[in-house]
């Protein structure tokens, strides 16, 4: 029987980081933990949110002497326009990349690079929009689809068509607040707008405008990105992989895929996987093709191919450190520039491919759709040809992996859980055993661990703190983005980490043959983390504010993030933050973000940089909303 022994601690996983760091400091380059320290302490108007530099009369900054800028705006009116602007840039990175899968689809065809693989996705999405599939060919039915899709960034009346999906209390609650999402460009515009110079200086309006614009991602772009991916390159299923440097292979030629948008990963990985290019490498003395994630993208080849996860956002640059990387090719989101100084100092080939995030210092080959399979082809050649100038001299992969199981979309979960009820033939395609074993105790409830990591605290160890606390406690988690990789390198994604948990919860994975985290995809997925929790809230006939399910980001980051916290807190449930969003320089912007919400939405943030009171408060909380339900 295994125990928590069998694990990847995150002292281990540090002894690794701090030798990779050595490396650097041999071949004179640097990594965050450098720019960390030459950046800290942090400026402290940018933490508490209170400089503005949103005219050219500026920046001002809120201090004692100064307590409005030269307009006049005050410590709420600029923390709060700061916090808008996040959110609706976070909103703007998720619907742009489901605005460039759209775009995919729309040129998806038969013979094309680009196929349909999963038609039934695809004709409920037809029905959800009114598309005619009847007598039609499938490639119509989809270009029709992408234009449905595609109209939903610019529609010129109406919502959002996906909130019709949420609970009917919640759509009731987003329309009797004003904050129903429209146009999704809409509201990223109007964002903008209301925070330009001379607009709105009232923090609760910009809350408000928050919560919408994050809507029309959670509830619309994120959702349209996750759909159009399935649609395209399949709804993923259960897979057994492996996580962490481990993954590298001394003798094969070594290919990271970083970044985001599936589009171009999953290219890459056909063209890795083909026989012709296996013998090429052959050819050039390696064993084979290795081909690795990173970040969001390692989720969604791991779900859809089972690839291998080589770890999160802060270990992008260890992994280029192991001298083992002939090429790391990224898309777009969450890539370090830094990756382009650190590759000369290696043989490693560090390619880039979408105008939307262009480095200098990289190789830029921009990625067409029409092209695209051609281009991966070129792209794993020109790795293999790489291979040869790997100085061995230089190479230290790290032996630390772990297995993982991971692929588990709403389909996956409701048809495990279908599994276990089996013999009932009134809760096929239901929640309700999940329910059950939540109303009988067995499971207190659900934890969705989603985000990054960040220097700020100590990178991975809240994650592992909160994690493990909550499998004891009996409450299932779900996980998406870095959070997810976490879980995978300490060895919490395997099924043998029921052995840590609670005896419930351990009974529960046993019984549906489960890790007790369930690795739900990348950050864009967030939004299926929604339909679950919408799911599981239409078949216990509650609303989804009143379920025992909260969020949790303990290590959050990006502007992405925040945009997610807000549109999980529209969506009604509360979101622990470990990591204190950077308005704290305005008592109405704390105000709002905590209690304020709750009285638009039902939910909102509770904030602790402490992970052990971190959880707890989780636990308390999740136990107060059993108890509100009488269970
Ligand atoms: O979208 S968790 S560091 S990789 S932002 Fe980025 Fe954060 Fe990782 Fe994916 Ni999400
Ligand atoms: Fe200063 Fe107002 Fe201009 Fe902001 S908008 S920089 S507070 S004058």
Request: one cysteine or more; charged letters at 25%; proline letters at 4%.
């Amino acid at each position: 029987m295994k125990t928590l022994e069998n694990m990847t601690t995150i002292e281990q996983m540090e002894e690794v980081s701090a030798k990779l760091r050595e490396r650097a400091c041999e071949v004179c380059a640097e990594t965050w933990e450098d720019r960390n320290k030459k950046q800290s302490p942090h400026c402290k108007f940018g933490e508490d949110g209170i400089c503005c530099k949103n005219c050219s009369m500026g920046p001002c900054r809120i201090t004692p002497r100064a307590d409005r800028g030269i307009c006049g705006a005050d410590a709420h009116a600029i923390a709060g326009r700061n916090y808008l602007r996040t959110v609706a840039a976070g909103t703007s990175a998720h619907s742009d990349h489901a605005r460039e899968l759209l775009h995919i689809l729309h040129g998806a065809s038969a013979g094309g690079n680009y196929r349909i693989r999963d038609e039934q996705k695809l004709l409920a999405l037809a029905k959800e929009y009114g598309v005619p599939v009847e007598e039609r060919d499938i490639y119509a039915v989809a270009h029709e689809v992408a234009e449905a899709g595609l109209a939903e960034f610019g529609k010129t009346f109406g919502h959002q068509n996906f909130i019709k999906r949420a609970t009917a209390e919640r759509q009731r609650v987003w329309r009797e607040q004003g904050i129903e999402p429209r146009a999704i460009d809409r509201e990223i515009a109007t964002s903008l707008h209301m925070t330009h110079m001379g607009n709105t200086a009232d923090a609760e309006a910009l809350i408000r405008q928050g919560l919408r614009t994050s809507l029309s991602n959670g509830w619309g772009g994120s959702m349209l990105g996750t759909e159009v991916s399935d649609i395209l390159f399949g709804t993923p299923t259960v897979r057994t992989t492996e996580g962490n440097l481990g993954v590298l292979e001394a003798d094969m030629v070594n290919i990271v895929v970083h970044g985001h948008d599936p589009a171009f990963s999953e290219m890459v990985v056909a063209a890795a996987e083909l026989r012709e290019m296996a013998e090429y490498a052959k050819g050039k003395g390696a064993r084979g093709i290795n081909i690795v994630g990173l970040c969001c993208t390692a989720n969604e080849v791991a779900m859809r191919h089972g690839v291998r996860m080589a770890g999160n956002f802060l270990q992008q640059e260890n992994a280029i450190l192991t001298g083992a990387v002939e090429m790391m090719c990224v898309d777009v989101q969450c890539i370090f520039p830094a990756l382009a100084p650190l590759s000369e100092c290696f043989h490693t080939k560090f390619v880039t491919s979408s105008p939307i995030a262009r480095i200098p210092g990289s190789t830029y080959i921009e990625f067409r759709p029409d092209t695209a399979f051609d281009q991966a082809k070129e792209l794993v050649k020109m790795a293999i040809d790489n291979y040869q100038n790997r100085d061995r001299d230089k190479v230290y992969i790290p032996s630390a992996k772990q297995s993982a199981v991971v692929g588990y979309p709403c389909e996956q979960i409701i048809k495990h859980l279908d599994g276990v009820a089996n013999s009932r033939t009134d809760v096929f395609g239901t929640y309700r055993p999940a329910i059950d074993a939540i109303k009988a105790g067995v499971l207190r409830g659900a934890v969705a661990i989603v985000g990054c990591n960040n220097p700020r605290v100590r990178p991975d160890y809240s994650h592992f703190e909160i994690m493990k606390e909550l499998l004891k406690n009996d409450i299932l988690i779900v996980a998406t983005g870095c959070a997810a990789q976490v879980a995978t390198k300490a060895g919490l994604l395997n099924r043998d980490a029921k052995h840590i948990c609670g005896a419930g919860l351990r009974r529960v994975c046993e019984l549906v043959n489960i890790p007790p985290i369930l690795h739900m995809g990348a950050c864009v997925d967030i939004s299926r983390m929604m339909l679950l929790a919408t799911g599981i809230a239409r078949d216990w006939e509650v609303d989804t504010t009143q379920i025992p399910v909260v969020g949790c980001a303990p290590e959050w980051m990006s502007e992405k993030a925040v945009s997610i916290a807000n549109y999980v807190v529209s969506t009604g449930l509360d979101v622990y933050l470990g990591i204190e969003p950077q308005v704290k320089g305005s008592s109405q912007m704390m105000e709002l973000i905590t209690e304020g919400t709750r009285k638009i939405t039902g939910a909102g943030y509770i904030i602790n940089t402490d992970p052990h009171e971190l959880v707890k408060s989780i636990i308390d909380g999740i136990e107060a909303k059993r108890a509100a339900l009488g269970i």
